[in-house]
């Protein structure tokens, strides 16, 4: 049997410039975003892709980022999550909405 689970997160984070930034900073405000719950609740943690792009509205810049993780349940079960991302930056926030669901078993 084949279950599909998703949760949605939007997460804001103080910080600037998001074109410029390098991987380690994706990967540190995403796993801050997985992680408003509890910050043991996930392990292997990596960052597949990161693609910017221009948005229609005023030249906004956007960033999405694919990545993927092992989210471990209170029952103890390891089950593999792959997830998107869109992350922009508008004054002195980061804004971070993000999608999961889980791997084909």
């Given at each position: 049997?084949?279950?599909?689970?998703?949760?949605?997160?939007?997460?804001?984070?103080?910080?600037?410039?998001?074109?410029?930034?390098?991987?380690?900073f994706?990967?540190?405000?995403?796993?801050?975003?997985?992680?408003?719950?509890?910050?043991?609740?996930?392990?292997?943690f990596?960052?597949?892709?990161?693609q910017?792009?221009?948005?229609?509205?005023?030249?906004?810049?956007?960033?999405?980022?694919d990545?993927?993780y092992?989210?471990?349940?209170?029952?103890?079960?390891?089950?593999?999550?792959?997830?998107?991302?869109?992350v922009?930056?508008?004054?002195?926030?980061?804004?971070?909405?993000?999608?999961?669901s889980?791997?084909?078993?």
């Amino acid at each position: 049997m084949f279950w599909h689970f998703c949760g949605i997160t939007f997460y804001v984070w103080v910080k600037q410039d998001i074109a410029s930034q390098p991987k380690s900073f994706f990967e540190d405000v995403l796993q801050k975003a997985i992680s408003q719950k509890s910050a043991n609740i996930y392990q292997n943690f990596k960052v597949k892709n990161i693609q910017p792009t221009k948005g229609e509205y005023k030249d906004q810049t956007y960033v999405i980022v694919d990545f993927q993780y092992q989210l471990v349940t209170g029952a103890g079960f390891e089950v593999d999550r792959k997830a998107v991302a869109s992350v922009t930056s508008q004054g002195n926030a980061v804004e971070a909405l993000w999608c999961a669901s889980t791997a084909i078993r």
